[in-house]
């Protein structure tokens, strides 16, 4: 059995330089972004303020307080079907979906929740992006040009709709800055869609992606509705790609996924690649994380072992979610999965402490990398984003978005010494 | 340099187990050890101290307190213990190294391997290994010594086997040529022809929880304790310390455990309240009333004891296996243990 | 399989380091199922009722190194 995906084509664009001026545009591999004219948080009562500034790598800066990173993506065939749900469009499974994507330009959306009363002292650790300095390499969005959105909330307005009114800015201004290149010839098109048939000898491999939403400011959307009652089921990859799924959760950011991973999952890239040749991709589970209880822990992991028999998988690959009880998720997957004769890899990040849990049949892990890990201190020549910043105080790994993220977008890992 | 030196109360000069409750307290100059340190060419600047109950019962408060000394001192390089064999003084000597080590501040400690303040450091300390007692002072000083101000004058510390400290377990992060969801595919093929590999080793001792009990009501219950509890006079010598025995007396018709027939020889906390009752370290008049209410079946009919003090890691999971072949053969569905 | 075990303990942090499953934190170091400060009758009540969570945790399914209070 494999499920049918919808047929897909991303047509990327290079880009060579962000420049600021008074038009947001496209000219040749330049984009363009005007501040003014984007009016970003235009009609959004929950937000004060929002504005947008260009960092580009190898700035003196540090951007903190970054919730999330997100790729510039439009829907080409239907703009208002981009980030479906959340911008107000719906997903049509007889679309054949055309995305218009920049490359190395992200949109990170910013807000400092401590600075505006609306989370305790401690509740949200650090979370930041250096554009130069011994970290820069630590985040992927060190490497980008990034559209940072600075959102200031509105007076008196509920945590949760001046969540929500952010994510709407940053998706928003994300696929404004993709739409400047309706008119242009990409780079590069990809199409990805059903899968050929491949050789029924190669080992069926399914990918089992987890993911959390505990509530706001901790969510994870599909279509734009949180996924708090989210049990194991398959998704087309397709449907990530065209970016159903987004991210709110702004905790532990070395840890945690961001939209942008979504958008573009190494894992399900690279799945697709060997598709044909070492293995034939059976499919893509979503799966929650932090359930309650070990009940329920328990239970979530037998129906994503089943689902992956059902797709009749040799083999699967588990990726976690942030730091904490979702190990105990992740363990728990693994060894359904192992019980049923399917062979399994988990991805898991590592602590100063090993591993935050583990079982006997976990014997196959890939490191994310050491989330304790302290990274030497900077001073940066400027803060974006609000807060001191930990200027000149050295950092652990995990306050940097992205830097151990455990669905194995990066590249780093940790070993012995 | 400035060198802060961290004593439990008794290294402190403090009491012995009756100032295990001590408050957190600060010299100036060297106490203890410290004064061998100072000979050793460590000069100590400031001592600070804690209780070790007082240290396990109230961590964050008492973590507050010295590590705002230790930042006021303006400390190149802390020193926590010896604590040798101790297991409070050697966890509150890891606990406070792991959280210096957050803050940047290099830290030297010493105590035996299987202390759990090696675990607690989190490879934050560099630990040197030590005997189980204050014999072992002689030779850890001069190591300690030596250390600490090579860490406090920013100088490169060599490798654990040069320098005679533990290995601190951590794991450095490096950049892959490959992303983490390419290395894993290239696990899971592997894998799946028969060559495991993994980037991370499992921890070697972790057990599962045991299944839950289906049926309270119909089990059999043993008593269990590292709390040094035997009948009075000791009749069989269970040793005070660094035991690789353990006892089992039959419970027949006792409604309790009584003072007169009683008492606890472990010598690592104050016995005194606990020799007032010694059901305040095994639970037998607990248990009696449980079983007679039905909501436990009946209390095996001999209680398990030994003393954890100073005991290696490898004895006490050979004393438990031991144990719990004798609990399995009895029949035995679940166990209540007591520790200090 | 193991035969589930409750360690009562009052310093459960370490317990959790060493790898037990099921940890009730007990009342102090010197005395985990007692109280002095009690009068004799409470005491026993307060053994009874630390024993009786003790069991509860037996019969339940936990994660790995879970702590409970005698209290729920």
Not at chain 1, 191 to 213: E, M
Not at chain 2, 76 to 82: E, R, T, W, Y
Not at chain 2, 158 to 164: L, Y
Not at chain 2, 273 to 283: C, H, K, S, W, Y
Request: charged share 20%; aromatic share 4%; hydrophobic share 40%.
């Amino acid at each position: 059995m494999s499920h049918t995906r919808a047929d897909l084509e991303i047509a990327a664009f290079a880009v060579d330089e962000v420049v600021e001026g008074t038009l947001t545009g496209w000219d040749g591999t330049t984009l363009l972004v005007s501040s003014p004219q984007l009016a970003v948080g235009a009609g959004e009562p929950a937000l004060a303020e929002a504005t947008v500034e260009v960092v580009r790598p190898g700035d003196r800066v540090r951007i903190t307080n970054v919730l999330d990173a997100v790729v510039p993506d439009v829907r080409a065939d239907d703009s208002a079907a981009s980030f479906p749900g959340v911008l107000g469009g719906t997903w049509d499974d007889t679309a054949h979906p055309r995305i218009h994507r920049l490359n190395g330009v992200a949109v990170l959306p910013v807000c400092d929740w401590e600075g505006a009363g609306l989370v305790g002292p401690e509740e949200f650790p650090p979370s930041y992006v250096d554009m130069a300095g011994p970290a820069q390499d630590r985040s992927p969005w060190g490497s980008t040009v990034n559209v940072v959105l600075t959102c200031a909330p509105a007076r008196g307005a509920a945590v949760a709709d001046v969540d929500a009114a952010i994510r709407r800015s940053a998706l928003e201004l994300a696929r404004t800055l993709a739409a400047t290149t309706l008119d242009a010839t990409p780079t590069d098109v990809r199409r990805v869609g059903a899968l050929p048939d491949a050789d029924p000898d190669l080992p069926a491999v399914c990918a089992i992606v987890q993911v959390a939403s505990e509530g706001p400011l901790t969510d994870t959307f599909f279509d734009g509705d949180d996924l708090r009652d989210l049990m194991p089921r398959m998704v087309d990859p397709a449907w990530l790609t065209a970016g159903r799924l987004t991210n709110g959760a702004y905790d532990w950011p070395g840890v945690r996924n961001t939209t942008a991973n979504y958008q573009d999952l190494s894992l399900v890239r690279a799945l697709d690649r060997a598709h044909g040749q070492t293995l034939r991709f059976a499919g893509l589970i979503l799966a929650p994380g932090y359930l309650d209880t070990a009940e329920a822990k328990r239970r979530g992991a037998e129906a994503s072992a089943a689902l992956a028999a059902e797709l009749g998988a040799a083999g699967a690959i588990c990726t976690t979610f942030s730091s904490g009880n979702s190990h105990t998720d992740t363990m728990l997957t693994v060894r359904a999965l192992e019980s049923r004769g399917i062979v399994t890899t988990a991805l898991v990040c590592e602590t100063n402490g090993g591993l935050t849990d583990h079982v006997p049949e976990a014997d196959c892990l890939v490191s994310t990398g050491n989330e304790d890990e302290l990274v030497p201190a900077w001073t940066p020549d400027r803060i974006v984003g609000g807060g001191d910043g930990d200027a000149g105080r050295t950092i652990a790994m995990v306050h940097y978005l992205g830097s151990c993220v455990e669905t194995g977008d990066g590249p780093w890992t940790a070993v012995p010494v | 340099m400035t060198v802060v030196h961290y004593l439990n109360q008794f290294f402190a000069g403090l009491g012995g187990e009756e100032a295990a409750d001590h408050e957190t307290v600060r010299f100036d100059g060297p106490h203890g050890p410290g004064k061998a340190l100072t000979a050793a060419g460590l000069p100590i600047d400031v001592t600070v101290a804690c209780g070790d109950d007082r240290f396990a019962l109230h961590e964050a408060d008492c973590l507050v307190t010295l590590l705002a000394w230790i930042e006021e001192a303006g400390a190149d390089v802390v020193v926590c213990g010896p604590s040798f064999g101790s297991g409070r003084y050697g966890y509150a000597c890891g606990v406070l190294a792991r959280e210096l080590g957050r803050r940047g501040t290099p830290v030297v400690a010493a105590m035996t391997p299987d202390s759990p303040g090696v675990l607690a450091s989190e490879g934050a300390a560099y630990i040197v290994p030590t005997t189980g007692n204050v014999a072992g002072m002689r030779d850890a000083v001069p190591v300690v010594a030596s250390l600490a101000s090579r860490l406090a004058s920013g100088a490169v510390v060599g490798s654990p086997d040069e320098e005679g400290y533990l290995p601190r377990g951590l794991r450095a992060n490096v950049r892959s040529e490959q992303l983490g969801a390419e290395r894993a595919l290239d696990l899971l093929l592997a894998k799946l022809n028969g060559e495991l590999r993994t980037e991370i080793a499992p921890p070697t001792d972790r057990v599962a929880p045991p299944d839950p009990l289906g049926d309270p009501a119909a089990a059999r219950v043993a008593l269990v304790t590292e709390a040094g509890c035997v009948p009075q006079g000791n009749p069989d010598r269970l040793p005070t310390r660094h035991t690789n025995i353990w006892l089992r007396y039959p419970i027949g018709d006792r409604a309790e455990l009584g003072p007169e027939d009683y008492l606890s020889v472990h010598a690592g906390f104050d016995t005194t309240e606990a020799n007032r009752d010694p059901d305040r370290l095994v639970p037998l008049d607990a248990a009696r009333a449980l079983a007679e209410a039905g909501r436990i079946g009946r209390v095996h009919d001999e209680f398990f004891t030994t003393t954890g003090v100073d005991t290696p890691v490898a004895v006490s999971t050979r004393m438990g296996q031991e144990i719990g072949a004798e609990l399995r053969n009895a029949g035995v569905d679940a166990v209540i243990l007591t520790g200090t | 399989m193991g035969i589930p075990t409750v360690f009562i303990t009052a310093l459960p942090t370490i317990a959790q380091m060493v790898g037990a499953n099921r940890i009730v934190r007990g009342v102090a170091i010197t005395h985990p199922t007692g109280d002095p400060s009690l009068a004799a009758g409470d005491e026993l009540a307060l053994r009874v009722r630390i024993l009786d969570r003790a069991v509860e945790m037996l019969a339940a399914d936990v994660a790995p190194r879970t702590v409970w209070e005698i209290d729920a």
